[in-house]
Structures are given as structure tokens and as C-alpha cells.
């Protein structure tokens, strides 16, 4: 009994020895260590489950980049209109325009404009050099012209009196223009008076009027 006893004493004194050891020298520690590296063999089709904690990262981190994929040949986004849009204005009524519009090309104008028949305002009057200026009796506004002259006049005018400049100016006969004048107005021209210059007083212009009434 105390033989086996012995041996009990002995075997128990020699583990306590070994783990004083052990722990001395650290390698205990570093084969709790290698125990403690498991090795997971799990495939991507056969994952392991885990449960998240705190932030979880996701696939993308940062700016994700993207790429339009409908571009056009230059590599620019396609819009739903390309090139120069067609625009068809179907309007039945006039469009208000303000501030200044610009018109290209060569607009088509009807000249074909009925106009009302010219009913007064004609008359004729005689200025001789001697008594000039001569007055109309009133003004007269002509839509066309005939101006007669002596050959001795220098110059004719059809004045208002208002006015110090003459409304048109004829050069006669004597210093080179014609002794007939036949003049269309495209705007009417008023006088009331004619001024007459001739080499003798006995040299006259005479001024016949088309009306301009209505």
C-alpha cells in the first residue's frame, strides 16, 4: 500500500513539474495557439453563414462608375431630337411679335393694290417772271405734275409759304432744262405759291396739277 502510494506521489509531482515548465517557456501557449488556427474549406457555392455586426461593407465603396450606354457616333448622349428639328407652325391666327424681327431671302409683296380713284384737288396755275412769287389762292397738293415754261425762264418753284426751302425746283429753259416737264409723284408734294425766274418779265411757268383727293 505505501509502494503504490509512491508511485501516485511520484507520477502526480512529475505533471505538476511539466506544466511549471511549460508555462516557463511559453510553448504552451504557442500550442494552444495552433490548436486554437481552424481552417474553414467551405466553397463559394457552399458558404459559411454569418451574422453582421456593425457597418458591413458592401460590393461597391467609393463613387460607383456608370456607362451611358446610349451614345451616339461622336460619343455624345443621344437626345430625342437630332440635328436640326423640323417645326411646323399651324397657326390660323396672327402670333403677337415684340422687339425687333429680322426677315431673310426676298418677302413676296402683292403690288396689285386696289386704290380709290383720285375725284379733286387739280388745278392749274400761271406765274409770270414779272409778278413773282404768284399765289395759288390756297394749297394745293398734287399727286402728279406738268410744268410748262417759256424759253426765256431760269427756274421754277413751287414754295410754301411756311417753308423757307421750295417743295421741288425745276431748272427752265435758259440755262438748260427742259421747257416741259411731266412728273408722276410716288408721295404728293403741297405748295401755295410759285416763284419764277425768267430773262424778260414776260416769261412764265405754268403749273398743272393731278389731284390728290380722297
Known sequence: MKALWRYVTAGVGFAVLVTIVLLATGWGSAVASNI????????????????????????????????????????????????????????TTALPVSGSVSISGTP??????????????GTAVECTSGTSPCMTGGTVTASALEIVMTGGVVWCTLELTDLPNGTASFVGPAA?????????????????RIDTAGLSDGDTCQVDTVGDSP
Open 176 to 192: 438748260g432744262g427742259p421747257a416741259t416737264i411731266l412728273l408722276p409723284l410716288s408721295r404728293p408734294v403741297s405748295f401755295d
Open 36 to 91: 486554437g488556427s481552424v481552417l474553414v474549406a467551405n466553397t463559394a457555392s457552399n458558404p459559411v453563414p454569418v451574422t453582421p455586426t456593425g457597418t458591413v461593407p458592401v460590393h461597391e465603396q467609393g463613387t460607383a462608375k456608370t456607362q451611358e450606354q446610349n451614345l451616339d457616333a461622336n460619343g455624345n448622349i443621344k437626345v430625342h431630337e437630332q440635328g436640326t428639328a423640323n417645326v411646323n407652325v399651324t397657326n
Open 108 to 121: 413676296s409683296v402683292n403690288a396689285n393694290v386696289s386704290q380709290p380713284p383720285i375725284t379733286g384737288g
